[in-house]
Each structure stands twice: as C-alpha cells, then as structure tokens.
C-alpha cells in the first residue's frame, strides 16, 4: 500500500505539472519512474498472493484432510469399525460444509490484514499534530480594540508542534491600527509571506502573542480557484448582491474579462483555473476577497500576475486612499516600491526580522535598507518618468473601457449556466462489450488462461475420482455386496493419494491465475500511462483530475485486487457446479429432468440481477471522481478555507459528494441480498430434489447402489451456496470489469505528434542561429473553438531580445504555447532557422529551445531529479545553475 500511495502521489504530481513536463520535455522520465514505482509494487503483490496461495490451498484442503484423517483414525482403530455408506456420507457431507466457510476465510484474512494496515495509516494521520489555534487569539468583533493586529515578542516557526526549532520569523513587535495600510517589502525569502501566515495562525508560535481583531480575508500569492462558476468564486458562498457585485468586478478589472468568456461569469473554470490566463485568476482571487466585505485584507504579492496598468488601476481602486477597502485594514505584501507611497506603514524584512519600519518618506530620509532599494529601482527603472507620465493616460483608457463594459455587465452575468458546454456523457447504459472481456483475457495471457481451466480441470477431475473411489469402497462393506473387498489400508492410502494430488492441482492452478493477474496489472497500467503521457495538453484542459486519478488509483486497484480474484473463483464455482450437477445426474439420472426449468430460473434471474449491478457500479465509480477532485480542491485551498472561516461549509459539502457514493454503495449491497433470497430458493429446490429422487430410487428399486445416492445428496447440499457465491462472482465481475474499460477508454485518448520523426533530418547542433518566422499564423486550443491567434506575420531575427505585451488575456501564453507546438496550428506556418516546427517531432522541437513557466511546479524526489530527471549534466554543471538562480546560499543552510 506504500508503494501504491507513492505510485498515486507521482502520478497526481506529473498531472498537476503536466504543461511543465511537456513544455521541457520530460514525459520519458516520469513515465519510467512511475513504471519503476510500479514495478515494486508488483513484485511485492506477487509474493503476497502467494502466501495468499499457499493459505487457500490448505484451506481448500481442509475437507479431505479431516476426512482422511476421521476415516483413517475410524478404521485403524479397531477392526470392527466398518466404513459403509451411512457413516461415509454422512461424514462427507458435514466435512463437505467446511469448503466454503473455508474458502471465505481465506479472503476474509486478506480483507482483514488490508483493513488493520489501512486503519494504522489512518490512524497515524488521524492523530498526527494539528494547527493550534491557539496560536492567534482572535475576535471577530472589530470594534473591542483600536488596532487590527497586535504582535508581542513573537517568534514563529513552519514546524507544527516543535518548540526548539529555528524560528521563521523572530522577535515581531508591531501594532496595526484599525483602517491603515501597511505595505510589507524586501526581497525574495525574507518571510513576508510567512508574516502573513503567522497572522492567519498558520505557523506555530513559539513566544509571544498574536492578537487579531476583525474577520479576515486572504488573497494568497498563487491564486487558488475552484472549479465552479466565475460568479461563484468571487462570491464564494455569500449571498449575490448584484450592486455591490458589479462594483467589485469593475474595481479589480474582470468585466472586460467576461466578454471574453463564452458564457460570461456563468463559465464554469476548469480544475486549478486552467482555461483562465494567471492575471484572469490572480483578479478572481482579489475579486472573491473583496465581495466578502470583511475587516481586516491580508494581501500576498495580488498583482504581481498581472499587466501594469491594470495593476495601478486595481490599486487606485481597490487598495488606496480612494479604493474600496480604503476603510479597512489592508496587510499587502508588494515587490513594487511605488505602491508604498501612500501607505500609513512600511514593514522591510529580512531573514525573518523587521529591520525598518516607518512611512515612506521618513525611511527614504534614514537612507536604510529601504532608501537603497528605492535607489536600486529607481536606477533599474531609468524610465520610470516615462512610465508615470504615460501611467495616467493608460488608466484613463482603462477606466473608459471599464465604464463601456460596464454596461453590457448586466447581460453577460444574465447569460444561464444551461449555456455552458453540453456535457460529455459519463454513465453508460449498454453492457460491458465482449471486447473489454477480450482485451482482459489478452492482458492476462490467454494461453495462461486456457492452462488454468486444463489445471483446474484436472483437480476437479481428481475430486471426482476421489468421491467416486470412497463410494466404491463404502460400497464393498454394505451388506448387498457380493464382490471381491480390496484391503482397507489400500483403499485408504489410494484416497489419500487422490487427495494429496487435488492440492497439487489446486495450488497449481492459483499460481497460474496470479502470473495472469499481474500480466493483466502489468500490460492495462502500462499503455494508461504511456498514452496520459502522449495525451494533448487540450485533453487535460477538459478533464477533471479527479476523474483520472480515479482511472490509475480505484480502477487499477480494482484490476490488481479484485478482478482476477472474481475471475478465479467464478472459474471454480462453475466447475463446481457443473461438478456436483454432473455427480447427481450419474447418480440420479432422473434428475435432468429439472435441471433445465430450474436453469432457466437461473437465467432469467442473472439477466434481471447482473445488469443492474453494473449500472449501480458504474453510479459508484462516476461518484467517486467528485469525491477525490474536491478533496484535492480542498487541500489546496487549505489556508484561504481556513482564513475565510468557510471549512465547515467544505466538510458539508465533501459529505455530501460522499453520501451520494455511500448511496450507490448502499444500493449494491442491497441488490446483493435480493439475488441471495433467490439464489438459496433455487439450492434447496435442488437438494430437495436429489433426497426426493434418492428416496424413490429405494421405493422404485432403480438399481443404484447406496455409495452412489450418498454422492448425489452429498454434493447437492453444496450447491445452494456455490449458487449464490457463483453468480455473485459473476456481477462482480460485471462491475469490476467495467473499471478496465474506463482504462482502456483512456488508452485510446487522441494523442498529440509523434515525440521523434527519424525523416525530419535536424542535427544536435540545430537552432544554430535561433531566428524565428511566422507567416500569417492561426491557432486555436482544440477543434471547434475560436482562433487565439489571428493571422500573425512576423520575423525575429538571430539575437534579438523580443519583449511581448498585452493586457492579461490578450493570448500572450498562447504565442509561446504556439512556439512549443502545445497548441497545433490551424493556418499559416512557423519556422525556426528555415525550418518549419511542423516537420520536426516534438520532442524533436522542445528539446531545443527553453522556457521558465508562468506556473512553478516541483515534484517529489531529489533535486537533481527535479533539475535534470534525464541525468544528462554533471554536479558542477548543476551547482552552477543554482548559483545563478541564487539558490545556492540556501541550499547550503
């Protein structure tokens, strides 16, 4: 199960990071490092089903080992105990009861083993350290104290639960009165942001006090958006105040937005806003903030997404003097000195400390740390004159274009989510195909299919062989017998021989199931993996991730855990049952009689029963996707949840996702008990039968002897449970099999260019110059929406340095995701060097050129992993991008 945690969290991290990983490219690499988690896990299912093997032999042995060792002990006891066909079948049949039980116990000790390893994991996150909440003293009545935050002595650490460790941030002393701005600067990992987070009690306190007055909203500094609605992530579960509404969208620059979405605010965002550019979702997140109306904003870097104008028109706004928390108390943690001017404090940080404090002009006068980053921008910012000058005619055509817009505001927020994209159609109505059967059964091997039935067979032939032989030596010691008697001892040792053989061929046949079973694992996750990595980055635009995690975690435990097991034990009962029927037929032939309307019975129920089963199990998996998705939603939003005091309104909401998979769950579990009432009906009409025709052939004078009909009624009482059990095995098939054909639905997903095209002739040293051409360029996302670039011609010549503007989604992305062939495109064609990009693989193409994404994206594993997955470059190479990344110093502490 730790393996499978770890398979799940890489595959969750390559999906979060999918356009990083196709932009580098490194799907090779994460391909084999999932395959190579997987491969130990494998290796590690392989040696427990064996003990499982091994169990299960000696428990499907259990009947012939008490046996033998009763009729052994009966006969060598004493020479007066005769083995006739009253005590042999008797015994048989109460021995004979012990299968099943046997059988079950068997899963039932795997069910429990997962269930106590299930239950520690729970456990030990159950009881792992929590956030105290102690660590802020909070009141969200405003007007108890003059000041917003009180920070006494504190020091405060990331570590939950540990006191001795180095604090994050050390010896705070400040007051934030009620209604001032306070800007927060210094450079990149001074602990700004985790000033924040100690204010939202994030971080343990290990001295000192934090006293926070007001109810608090957080605008984080990687937006977090959730997958409804526009309109219901900036109200975010407040009632919808259409005045105050439309002030906000047009305070923080979103109407100019809504034109561009299909459906206006009623378009619902993708999982982690992926069909929204990152100014789109850094204004959502402001937006949602500022419609609650709270007292107290703490704000992280909120426009460092976006262009700008904008940025000075949402500060002018939403955040001044004049904006629309000018009366509350704003927190904002900025990189652009100049919108410290018109703060009432300034916080400079550095290694976790307020070094300086004070308005602006009084820390220019120190000329302190702050004069000499001002000083530094400034010298950085050589038209920063310009700028300011042309500032004001920008905003003022933002302001215009605002107020244009505003009018169609009305109709765009009316626009129905009715209009959004017709759903793809999840739940499928007709029944599994023969080919998912067949697609399994080539997974497995089929000629290691064929084997186990030859196997199997021959262990149900032994069985036979076994009972019959007991049959014939009851026989010579009924008083009717005038044959020649075998000695007792033989007869003995040759049923214990048929014995010994039957759990040879038993243990032989499961191990031939368990190479199937992981043939089957091995061969339907391999090509699910292989074809998510040469999926379209249009294919993860459109699909949940939870929905594909639901595919490599539930599906694919379903198929390693379950699948093959139904298919092993359904093979069993059904020779099982045509077994004991064939045993009573040649003991009672009369009976064929009723074999057939009680197999019509049979039928007639399975084809009522199965069908619903494998509707209600496919209700359940389509139920789980939503469970797991906002889980995941939820984790990532966890500190804006818990800022905003809305994790009630989460825990509610995640219940509800799963009382509805519980109902479907319920519903099986009930459909279940309706075939069993049935099934047990249909067995004792069966052992009825056999007793009745057993009784008459004695009446009747048919000629069979009495070891023969004390087979006949001594299978028959096996076959109401192996009824039941058998066409319960049978629907779960049926609905477990459903879950390989969601993985192969998602093996044949459309699949972007070929990664290398052997013809396409380009050597290791191309680019060599690095010049780009476009002519009369078009591009869309997918088929069927609208261009996102138009007809662009354009040269860049060898060297240059080209910059690319735009306000936020103006398709600025778009060009560079163009650039990588992310996107393919519609008209038009780009080259580089001469050469197109369409006649070069992709891998071909992204090799050769770089990007620093807009989105960072780690993954779990080593640094160097994380830096170079191929192991393509040395230590020094390495070390020296991490000096020039400044990442050096840190690395070392």
């Known amino acids: 199960m730790k393996l499978k945690d770890e398979r799940v969290k890489m595959v969750n991290e390559v999906l979060n990071g999918i356009k990083v990983i196709k932009l580098y490219p490194w799907e090779e690499p994460m391909e084999a490092h999932i395959t190579d988690i997987r491969e130990r896990e494998l290796i590690l299912m392989r040696k427990s089903a064996l003990v499982r093997t091994v169990l299960g032999t000696f428990n499907a042995a259990a009947p012939f080992l008490v046996a033998a060792a009763s009729f052994g002990t009966f006969i060598l006891s004493s020479d007066q105990h005769i083995l006739t066909p009253q005590i042999a079948f008797v015994s048989l049949t109460l021995f004979n009861q012990l299968k099943v039980p046997m059988m079950t116990i068997s899963m039932l000790i795997s069910i429990f083993v997962a269930a106590k390893v299930s239950n520690k994991r729970l456990k030990g996150f159950l009881v792992s350290d929590e956030i105290d909440d102690t660590n802020v003293n909070r009141n969200e009545n405003a007007d108890v104290s003059p000041n917003s935050f009180e920070f006494c002595n504190v020091d405060a650490t990331w570590d939950i639960g540990a006191e001795d460790t180095k604090p994050t941030i050390k010896s705070i002393r400040l007051s934030v009165p009620r209604g001032s701005l306070v800007a927060v600067v210094e450079t990149v990992g001074s602990g700004k942001s985790s000033f924040l987070s100690a204010m939202l009690g994030e971080l343990t306190r290990q001295k000192g006090e934090i006293n926070v007055t007001g109810r608090l909203a957080y605008v984080p500094q990687q937006a977090w958006i959730q997958n409804i609605s526009v309109r219901d992530n900036i109200t975010f579960g407040r009632a919808f105040d259409r005045q105050w509404y439309e002030r906000v969208i047009s305070a923080c620059a979103i109407i100019a937005d809504f034109s561009m979405l299909p459906h206006g605010d009623a378009t619902e965002i993708g999982e982690k806003g992926i069909n929204l550019s990152g100014g789109q979702k850094a204004r959502i997140s402001l937006a949602r903030a500022v419609y609650q109306q709270d007292d107290v904003y703490l704000l992280d870097e909120p426009l460092s997404a976006v262009d700008a104008h904008v940025g000075r028109h949402i500060y002018n706004n939403v955040f001044g003097p004049r904006g629309l928390l000018a009366k509350k108390t704003r927190i904002l943690v900025t990189h652009s000195l100049l919108n410290t001017k018109e703060a009432d404090e300034i916080l400079v940080f550095n290694e976790g400390k307020i070094i300086e404090k004070g308005s602006f002009h009084n820390l220019v006068l120190q000329k302190g740390i702050f004069a000499k980053l001002i000083e530094e921008y400034i010298q950085k910012k050589s038209e920063a004159e310009e700028t300011d000058a042309s500032d004001g005619s920008v905003e003022e055509s933002v302001e215009v274009e605002i107020k244009l817009e505003q009018k169609e505001v009305k109709i765009i927020t009316e626009r129905k989510k009715s209009g959004v994209a017709e759903e793809k159609k999840l739940i499928k109505k007709e029944e599994v195909k023969w080919s998912v059967y067949g697609e399994y059964l080539r997974a497995a091997s089929i000629p290691i ?195 905003y005091e809305k994790f009630s309104e989460f825990c509610l909401s995640s219940e509800a996702k799963v009382d509805s998979l519980v109902q479907c769950r319920y519903m099986n579990a009930i459909s279940n008990r309706w075939l069993a009432v049935r099934l047990e009906f249909i067995g004792n009409c069966v052992i009825f039968i056999a007793a009745l025709f057993a009784a008459f052939s004695k009446q009747w004078d048919w000629g069979i ?177 991490l000096k020039l990344a400044h990442l050096e110093v840190v690395l070392i502490d």
């Not at 192996?722 to 099999?737: D, K, M, R």
């Not at 070069?840 to 990007?851: A, C, D, V, W, Y």
């Open 449 to 643: 299919c064929i084997l186990f039935l030859v196997v199997y067979g021959i262990y149900q032939a032994l069985s036979m062989m076994r009972s019959f032989w007991l049959s014939a030596w009851s026989n010579e010691n009924d008083p009717a017998f005038n044959g020649t008697k075998m000695n007792q001892y033989e007869r003995l040792g040759i049923y214990v021989g048929f014995g010994c053989l039957e759990s040879v061929g038993y243990f032989t046949a499961n191990s031939v199931v368990i190479i199937a079973g992981l043939n089957a694992s091995r061969k339907l996750h391999g090509p699910l993996i292989h074809n998510l990595m040469r999926s379209s980055i249009s294919f993860f635009d459109t699909t949940p991730l939870g929905r594909i995690l639901n595919r490599v975690s539930k599906d694919v435990n379903t198929i390693d855990s379950q699948l093959t097991l139904n298919a092993r034990i359904f093979g069993q009962l059904v020779y099982s049952i045509l077994t004991t029927l064939t045993m009573i037929i040649i003991s009672t032939p009369i009976f064929v009689t009723v074999v057939i309307p009680l197999a019509l019975i049979y039928f007639l129920i399975l084809r009522f029963y199965v069908p619903t089963s494998r509707q209600l199990k496919r209700l359940e998996s389509v139920g789980r996707s939503p469970v797991y998705s906002h889980f995941a939603e939820t984790i990532q939003g966890a500190a804006s949840i818990r800022a």
């Open 705 to 881: 002897s009495a070891g023969v009909l004390g087979i006949s009624v001594s299978y028959s009482f096996n076959i109401a449970s192996v009824h039941n059990f058998a066409l319960t095995q049978l629907s779960l098939i049926e609905s477990n099999v459903v879950s390989v054909e969601r993985i192969i639905e998602y093996t044949k997903t459309p699949n972007e260019a070929e990664w290398m095209i052997e013809s396409s002739g380009l050597t290791s040293s191309w680019p060599a110059e690095g010049g780009v051409n476009m002519e009369s360029y078009s591009t869309r996302y997918r088929p069927g929406l609208d261009l996102v670039l138009r007809g662009i011609s354009a040269r860049v010549h060898p060297g240059e340095k080209i910059g690319i503007v735009g306000r936020t989604g103006a398709e600025k992305s778009s060009f560079t995701l163009a650039l990588f062939r992310m996107i393919e495109p519609a008209g038009g064609s780009m080259s580089i060097d001469g050469r197109e990009t369409i006649s070069m693989g992709l891998h071909e193409l992204r090799k050769n050129l770089t990007i620093i994404p807009q989105d960072p994206v780690l993954f779990s594993g080593s640094l160097r992993f994380n830096l170079d997955p191929f192991g393509d470059y040395t230590d020094d190479q390495l070390w020296r991008a």
